[in-house]
């Protein structure tokens, strides 16, 4: 048995491989176009493992994706592949419809016609799963409720509205053509391996490197946090037992505000790594330009994955963040090659004979 996952070069899609690895025998084909955002060191661990099929590949490349379908008939197929980052939407949206929407577009094509010439038994158990985000419900007030399945999309970046776009996408091709598809709908993960863009990994990044730490206006925006492996166990749940064309919203119980979660990190780093000249992590905050459209709040009401499904998070943000500080402090190489961008050579240096296909 085999599953296809697209953009497992990134931060998700690698935890979600390696998870996947340790737990079953089942082969992974692995689908990244590698941009910035792919890195294949990430997955060292499993790159010599026979049951993972890495493929340097792109989801709008309908050619390409009809072919590793039939070559290796996986029985679902989960979409990471995307351009994620908020601020690179708002300078410049073009990859993000390309990808976010036209590619997960090619890619229901694709995974169309593979259902289409399958048996019936194969028919029956075949998976597509759409990874989505939280964002697509737009900005929640402080009191507001927290978004359950039923809230409308109000996407307010490009970002989350290419999201948003590809999530209507998926549910049209279950309706139309019943393809056996399932959403989730997640909100910000943290943990190994994190493009040291996003919050949480630039700013343990800019910490220990004596750099400022970068507030948006006033910081006191709110996110819920999610340790990224409990985001892969929920994608496992949903696969397993989702009932089809349903979305499922996965959260972590840990609203915080920016500062706030910055505060925790400095916290720890003064604990882990403390400076030498004595002062805290936190004198290097520095509030800065807020981002544009900034939404001011997400919250998730997971208690359909909970109670439907019986999913729940295993790491509390407290456990989590201090795995994950500790991960990065233990990982500098990592860190190192990523901000430096020599990840980009990892293959060739690892792999003089090319092990991409
Ligand atoms: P990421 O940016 O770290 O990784 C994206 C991966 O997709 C990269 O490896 C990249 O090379 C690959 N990719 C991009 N365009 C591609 C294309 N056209 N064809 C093939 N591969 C391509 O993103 P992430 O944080 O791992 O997010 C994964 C998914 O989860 C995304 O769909 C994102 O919207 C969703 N999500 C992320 C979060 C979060 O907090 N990071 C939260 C909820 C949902
Ligand atoms: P980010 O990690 O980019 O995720 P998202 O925009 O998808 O929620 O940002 C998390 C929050 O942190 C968001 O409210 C923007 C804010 N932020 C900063 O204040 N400073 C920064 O340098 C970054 C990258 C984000």
Redesign the pocket.
């Known amino acids: 048995m085999t599953i296809l996952v697209?953009?497992g070069?990134?931060?998700?899609?690698a935890n979600y491989i390696m998870d996947w690895l340790r737990l079953t025998d089942e082969c992974v084909v692995n689908?990244?176009?590698?941009?910035y955002?792919?890195n294949l060191e990430s997955l060292e661990s499993v790159f010599d493992d026979p049951r993972h099929i890495f493929v340097n590949?792109?989801?709008?490349d309908a050619e390409l994706m009809d072919s590793i379908l039939q070559e290796h008939t996986p029985r679902a197929i989960i979409n990471?592949?995307?351009?994620?980052?908020v601020d690179r939407s708002i300078h410049a949206a073009g990859d993000f419809i390309q990808?976010n929407i036209v590619?997960t577009y090619t890619l229901l094509e694709s995974a169309l016609k593979f259902w289409n010439s399958s048996s019936v038994k194969e028919k029956e158990s075949f998976r597509f799963l759409h990874?989505?985000?939280?964002e697509v419900y737009g900005s929640l007030g402080r009191n507001d409720a927290p978004f359950s399945e039923t809230n409308q999309y109000k996407p307010n970046s490009p970002y989350s509205a290419s999201?948003a776009s590809s999530d209507h996408l998926v549910r049209a091709f279950y309706q139309t053509h019943g393809l056996p598809v399932l959403t989730t709908n997640?909100?910000?993960?943290y943990g190994p391996y994190?493009?040291p863009e996003?919050l949480i990994p630039l700013i343990i990044h800019n910490a220990i490197s004596g750099e400022q730490l970068p507030i948006y206006g006033d910081g006191k925006q709110i996110r819920d946090w999610l340790y990224v492996l409990d985001h892969c166990s929920a994608i496992r749940t949903v696969l397993s037992k989702g009932a089809l064309g349903e979305m499922y919203n996965i959260g972590g119980k840990n609203e915080m505000e920016n500062i706030s979660v910055v505060n925790v990190l400095c916290d720890i780093l003064d604990a882990l790594q403390p400076k030498t000249d004595g002062t805290s992590y936190r004198d290097q905050i520095t509030f800065v330009e807020d981002r544009l459209g900034h939404d001011r709040r997400y919250a998730i009401d997971s208690t359909k994955i909970e109670k439907e499904l019986g999913w729940n998070p295993s790491e509390t943000f407290e456990s989590g963040i201090q795995l994950t500080v500790q991960w990065y402090l233990e990982n500098q190489t990592w860190v190192e090659h990523t901000t430096s961008g020599s990840y980009r050579n990892w293959i060739k240096k690892n792999y003089s004979t090319g092990a991409t296909t």
Do not use: M, P, R, Y
Request: hydrophobic share 35%; with cysteine; proline share 0%.
């Open positions: 697209t953009g070069a990134g931060f998700i899609g689908v990244d176009k590698l941009t955002a792919g590949g792109d989801i709008l990471f592949a995307a351009e994620s980052h990808t590619g990874v989505s985000t939280d999201k997640c909100s910000n993960n994190q493009f996003k």
